[in-house]
């Protein structure tokens, strides 16, 4: 799903990974996020676009966090706490801020237990939303350790049969180190489509396939349609249907409220009508299992060979996870990040509202006529 619902290149406006780095932190800023918390969540949104996640980059959430802190909803410069601890385990209360803020500190106190006894875990409840949970995981993976994340809210997902949404769209991400092969770093919604990019193919009119999303009623749309507005449909657990597996991913998006929301102390998505997002975040020391250049040089065949296997007819090579973000973080650097017009227009006018200069747009570039190696 990273190459759908792009910007066409006539559209397309770039801006480099720097400018959006600056802008969005000076967004934060104004918005009352101490510095270092600013920095810190730019560089979250600004690694998400660069990675060409761009469902969860600012063109659809940095509107969103705004209006929120703007609202009260999120907390500016929270006071996060440590309800629990062991040496292994933590549980904490994030005091309403921002996830792509406090999370990275979450996953870095999971990280330092794991030094110090193999396995770190943290759950936090009260906390705004996460953003890509892959990038919370890839936090350990550079530390030379395996990181899962995986995060809680909603109502917006149907269980299987139900004509009610019960769960959100609950991710579930991993990573994992190599030596020289690009990082191993699974990110999915525990839905068919991730809500966010429903909100894109939604603004650039994209069509969506069968059984992707349900009608209010809770029937699958069962015939292609171009992407409704948010409150025109229900969404689907992965699978889409039960004849497709949509149990497997209706027990998957349970089984991430179950760790981020239960063993944090918080209320269950579907009774939360704080609307607060729950966290969960894992660090695995690699050295506290088994060698780690050992497994690095393992890791490398495994993937070597996964991308060495043969085709199918009508494709032009395997990958693995990670692949396509760590291609296109390459051409992104070089060549700006993409944005549609009406994105740059909004940053226009919210620097206009909160008196910073407006985004810096790239130059295009001979370069960034070429595009990223294909899927």
Not at 124 to 150: C, F, K, P, T, W
Not at 256 to 264: D, F, I, K, R, Y
Not at 308 to 336: D, K, M, Q, S, W
Not at 337 to 351: C, K, L, N, T
Request: aromatic residues 6%.
């Amino acid at each position: 799903m990273l190459q759908q619902f792009k910007v066409s290149k006539d559209d397309e406006i770039r801006v480099s990974g720097e400018a959006l780095h600056k802008t969005v932190r000076e967004i934060f800023e104004k918005l009352g996020v101490p510095a270092d918390g600013a920095d810190e969540g730019a560089h979250v949104l600004t690694m998400t676009d660069l990675r060409g996640v761009d469902s969860h980059g600012v063109s659809n959430m940095m509107r969103v966090y705004v209006e929120w802190f703007q609202e009260g909803r999120l907390n500016p410069d929270p006071k996060w706490t440590i309800l629990r601890e062991t040496p292994a385990v933590a549980s904490i209360d994030g005091d309403a801020g921002l996830g792509i803020i406090i999370g990275p500190a979450a996953m870095r106190l999971a990280i330092e237990k794991a030094r110090n006894v193999g396995v770190g875990v943290v759950s936090m409840r009260n906390s705004g939303h996460l953003g890509a949970a892959g990038h919370m995981a890839m936090i350990a993976a550079e530390q030379d350790m395996i990181g899962v994340s995986m995060s809680a809210a909603g109502p917006r997902v149907l269980p299987t049969y139900g004509a009610e949404p019960r769960l959100g769209t609950n991710p579930i991400a991993y990573a994992a180190p190599t030596r020289n092969e690009p990082f191993l770093l699974f990110d999915v919604a525990t839905t068919v489509i991730a809500e966010n990019k429903l909100r894109l193919a939604h603004r650039l009119q994209s069509e969506l396939e069968p059984n992707w999303i349900a009608r209010l009623d809770g029937s699958p749309i069962t015939e292609k349609a171009v992407a409704p507005d948010r409150d025109d449909y229900q969404l689907l657990p992965l699978g889409g249907t039960r004849e497709q597996g949509s149990h497997k991913g209706y027990g998957l998006g349970l089984w991430a409220e179950v760790m981020s929301t239960m063993l944090s102390g918080g209320i269950p998505s579907m009774l939360d009508t704080s609307q607060q997002f729950k966290h969960h975040f894992v660090a695995y020391d690699i050295e506290a299992f088994t060698d780690l250049e050992e497994y690095k040089d393992r890791m490398d065949a495994m993937l070597q060979t996964l991308k060495a296997t043969r085709p199918a007819p009508g494709h032009e090579r395997v990958i693995y996870p990670g692949v396509l973000e760590y291609e296109e973080e390459i051409y992104r650097r070089e060549n700006g990040i993409p944005f549609h017009p009406e994105v740059i227009q909004w940053f226009e006018s919210v620097a206009g509202e909160l008196g910073i200069e407006p985004l810096e747009i790239m130059a295009v570039t001979k370069a960034a006529e070429s595009q990223p190696p294909a899927p």
